[in-house]
């Protein structure tokens, strides 16, 4: 009977182990509320701390104002170039420098009015030619025979005409002008003997007034002393007198057609 107890015994301790290796011993059932109050008391060092906004907000605000300080300088230039230019394409500045210069050499001579080419007297024709290279042209090529004076080609005489009143001018070369002013042609040798003091000048071109239709254009001419510039904003110096000019211009290219008078009327 005894050994009958004791293998009961040993049967139940078997069963008991089997069932607490599977489910687990009741008296090792884990401490919930010791584990829900130990959550969160981890070491110091696993606690991340976000950084402050502070010094990434002063620095994107410093970039911001540059910004916009630079937009405005960027504006402010944008304005003025713009602004410049639509002045200088009204006033047509530049065209008006370029006409001037053209025309230096027949103001100056003072040619009389015509309405063709060929109504121009030979001596005015030599003459503008001449002053034409002396004040528009690079002149060290030619070679200086003595102090002050150079010797010009008589086909460049002819070439510098036909720039001014086209490819049909031609002339007859002779000397011109007198005194201080005076060119002297080499018939010998083929040139022209000429001082290059500009200072006898009777005239110097200001343009008033420039209207155009399809590549020819009218200027209003005013005579000036040669002591102003080529283009002066100066209005207050009164002009001598005033002239019309009608030039051509194609392919960048001035051809004078017509000088007029200006009837007291027009002024």
């Not at 089997?18 to 109050?37: K, V």
């Not at 981890?42 to 950084?51: F, H, K, M, S």
């Not at 001596?123 to 002050?148: F, H, M, P, Q, T």
């Not at 005579?223 to 009164?238: C, F, H, L």
Request: net charge negative; charged share 25%.
């Amino acid at each position: 009977m005894a050994k009958k107890n004791k293998e009961i015994s040993a049967r139940e301790k078997h069963n008991e182990d089997i069932i607490n290796e599977l489910f687990g011993s009741s008296e090792a059932e884990p401490d919930i509320e010791t584990d829900i109050t130990d959550l969160g008391t981890g070491p110091e060092d696993d606690v991340t701390i976000a950084p402050s906004p502070q010094k990434h907000s002063k620095f994107f605000f410093g970039l911001a104002i540059f910004v916009v300080i630079m937009a405005c300088i960027g504006i402010v230039s944008t304005v003025q170039f713009v602004s410049d230019g639509v002045h200088n394409i009204m006033d047509n500045t530049s065209l008006k420098n370029e006409f001037a210069r053209f025309l230096l050499p027949v103001v100056a001579n003072d040619v009389a009015p015509f309405e063709n080419e060929s109504e121009i007297s030979n001596s005015a024709k030599v003459s503008c030619a001449i002053w034409n290279i002396l004040v528009n042209k690079d002149i060290s090529e030619y070679r200086s025979v003595e102090r002050g004076i150079y010797s010009i080609p008589e086909y460049n005489v002819s070439v510098s005409c036909k720039e001014i009143f086209g490819s049909s001018a031609a002339l007859t070369h002779q000397s011109v002008g007198a005194s201080d002013t005076r060119f002297v042609y080499d018939e010998a040798n083929h040139v022209y003997l000429c001082p290059i003091n500009t200072r006898f000048l009777s005239y110097a071109p200001r343009i008033a007034d420039m209207k155009e239709n399809n590549g020819t254009y009218v200027l209003t001419v005013e005579y000036v002393p040669p002591s102003m510039a080529i283009i002066s904003d100066n209005t207050e110096v009164k002009a001598d007198k005033v002239m019309e000019y009608t030039i051509n211009r194609w392919d960048k290219k001035n051809t004078l057609m017509t000088v007029r008078m200006i009837s007291s009327e027009r002024l």
